[in-house]
Structure formats: structure tokens, C-alpha cells
């Protein structure tokens, strides 16, 4: 299952683009498979133990090595070698806060709420917003400050065919800027600006940290799993849904509910649905 966790998560955006020279002391040691291998190893940890798919939102471990380690300001990990370690009282935990999700949704130079945002979005929501029309201008990327790049997208949320996009991008990509372009946590942007992750969720729910923001999407749990079970679904027949595998995949979701199902239990009812036995 390490190919789906790379296709699901773009695990092959890390180091497509090098980074930025200031960061590039911090790509020693191969992290970035250290990267890659903290989620690939957390899969597996999942799939193994048959834990429920929230656990990929609500987990306070993580696997790590040193060099991982010390990337999140943790010490007391030594050697090369992965292993399972409790981050409980860290701002990490779970997708949300591993350096290959962070990462992935960066550009190793600078971070972006948008391109966050909707990553968020279609990787653990099931959700792809719109192409922005257009005739709109692009917001570039901008490592200046939490309120310049507030601004910046404040000014497309009063264009009628940008606000509805961007009411629900935004607040989960600016949720998670505490964290740079390679993962590394953050307080302040590079001229001294701070940070501010607060929002609002489009269902209505505010958060003030990213800590706050992980608890709020560890309780779209179920929104959640049917995104997984749709890319799992996808990744197993080898095609985008059609509207006719909507009843397949909500009775996959019912049987789910039943008895604390896990991952494995949902591979399961994937490998013997009709939409995969017809395919």
C-alpha cells in the first residue's frame, strides 16, 4: 500500500521543487525520505493494527527518526531507524502534522493558504473547488506576513465568483501556516510578522490555533472516511468515480458504522464490492 500513500498524499512533490537556500541546510541526512517514511509507516501501522480511518486525523504519535525528530524540535531520538514515538503535547499529530503532508502542500519555498487550503481539501475532504475563472489574477505565494496574504485574499473574497471558493480554502489553508514550507513549526514569518492561524470552518466552527483546527477536523471523521474510501476505490479500479458508484460506496460507508470497523475491514468491503468485481 506504500504506491497508494504516495499517489494519495503526492508523496513525489517533496523535492520536485529545491528548496529555497535557506532551507537547504535542513535537507541533510535524507529527511526527505524521513519524510516519506513517517507517513508511509503510519499507514502501515493503521492498516496492521485495523485501526479506524480517524485515526489518520486524531493520532498523537508519530514515526521518527532523529533526524525527523530534531526537524520538530524533538529530542532524545537517536539513530537512522524509524520508530513509533508519542508527540502527545506537541502542536503535531496525525496527517495534519507530519513534515510529507506539510511539505507536499509547499512549494520548498514558501507556503501558500491556498494551495494548502485546497489541498486539505481534496486529499482528506473528498472536495476539488472549482478552476478560479479567468479572468482573475493569481495571488502569488508570500512569505512577507500573515497580513499581507490576508489581505491579498480578502480582496478576491469580495469578487462575487472568488468569495464562495475561498470561504471554504482559505480558513484551512491559513490554519496550518504555522508550519513552513518544509514542515518546521513556526511563530513568526521571515520579517518578524506573526503568525495567525485563526478561521473559521465553512460549517461554522472557529479555531484560534493549528491544535484547534486538528480536534475540529478530527470530527469530520466521516466526511473523511468516505474521501479515503473513494481514493482507495479509485487507486483499486484504476478510474475516477461515476455518479453510479454512489450506492456501492454508501453501503461500504453504513457497513463502516458497524462495530468500530478499521482499514483493513475497509480495503475489505472495496475488494468485494461490485464496483470493483465488474471493473
Known amino acids: 500500500m506504500q504506491n497508494f500513500t504516495r499517489v494519495w498524499l503526492n508523496l513525489d512533490n517533496i523535492g520536485e521543487t529545491p528548496p529555497s537556500k535557506d532551507f537547504t541546510v535542513y535537507y541533510?541526512?535524507?529527511?526527505?525520505?524521513?519524510?516519506?517514511?513517517?507517513?508511509?509507516?503510519?499507514?502501515?501501522?493503521?492498516?496492521?493494527?485495523?485501526?479506524?480511518?480517524?485515526?489518520?486525523?486524531e493520532a498523537n504519535y508519530s514515526f521518527l527518526n532523529r533526524e525527523l525528530a530534531l526537524h520538530y524540535g524533538i529530542e532524545g531520538i537517536k539513530g537512522n531507524h524509524m520508530r513509533?514515538?508519542?508527540?502527545?503535547?506537541?502542536?503535531?499529530?496525525?496527517?495534519?502534522?507530519?513534515?510529507?503532508?506539510?511539505?507536499?502542500?509547499?512549494?520548498?519555498?514558501?507556503?501558500?493558504?491556498?494551495?494548502?487550503?485546497i489541498y486539505v481539501?481534496?486529499?482528506?475532504?473528498?472536495?476539488?473547488?472549482?478552476?478560479?475563472?479567468?479572468?482573475?489574477?493569481?495571488?502569488?505565494?508570500?512569505?512577507?506576513?500573515?497580513?499581507?496574504?490576508?489581505?491579498?485574499?480578502?480582496k478576491h473574497r469580495?469578487?462575487?465568483?472568488?468569495?464562495?471558493c475561498h470561504r471554504k480554502i482559505d480558513p484551512l489553508g491559513f490554519a496550518l501556516e504555522n508550519f513552513d514550507a518544509i514542515g518546521r513549526w513556526r511563530d513568526q514569518y521571515g520579517k518578524g510578522m506573526p503568525v495567525n492561524p485563526a478561521g473559521k470552518l465553512p460549517s461554522g466552527e472557529?479555531?484560534?490555533?493549528?491544535?484547534?483546527?486538528?480536534?475540529?477536523?478530527?470530527?469530520?471523521?466521516?466526511?473523511?472516511?468516505?474521501?479515503?474510501?473513494?481514493?482507495?476505490?479509485?487507486?483499486?479500479?484504476?478510474?475516477?468515480?461515476?455518479?453510479t458508484d454512489r450506492?456501492?460506496?454508501?453501503?461500504?460507508?453504513?457497513?463502516?458504522?458497524?462495530?468500530?470497523?478499521?482499514?483493513?475491514?475497509?480495503i475489505h468491503l472495496i475488494v468485494l464490492s461490485e464496483v470493483f468485481s465488474q471493473n
Do not use: W
Open 28 to 57: 541533510r541526512d535524507n529527511l526527505e525520505e524521513a519524510m516519506r517514511n513517517e507517513t508511509q509507516d503510519f499507514f502501515k501501522h493503521v492498516l496492521e493494527h485495523n485501526l479506524p480511518p480517524s485515526e489518520f486525523l
Open 206 to 243: 472557529a479555531f484560534a490555533s493549528a491544535g484547534e483546527f486538528k480536534n475540529l477536523m478530527a470530527q469530520k471523521h466521516d466526511q473523511f472516511t468516505r474521501c479515503l474510501t473513494q481514493k482507495l476505490l479509485t487507486y483499486a479500479t484504476g478510474r475516477e468515480q461515476v455518479p
Open 158 to 164: 469580495e469578487i462575487a465568483t472568488c468569495a464562495e
Open 247 to 266: 450506492p456501492v460506496i454508501d453501503s461500504i460507508l453504513r457497513e463502516m458504522k458497524k462495530d468500530n470497523q478499521g482499514l483493513r475491514d475497509l
Open 84 to 117: 513509533q514515538v508519542s508527540i502527545k503535547g506537541t502542536p503535531r499529530g496525525g496527517l495534519l502534522g507530519q513534515g510529507a503532508f506539510l511539505t507536499a502542500s509547499a512549494n520548498g519555498v514558501d507556503t501558500s493558504p491556498v494551495v494548502r487550503g
Open 121 to 154: 481539501m481534496e486529499k482528506l475532504l473528498g472536495y476539488s473547488p472549482p478552476q478560479p475563472p479567468p479572468d482573475v489574477p493569481e495571488i502569488e505565494p508570500d512569505i512577507r506576513g500573515a497580513k499581507t496574504i490576508r489581505e491579498q485574499l480578502a
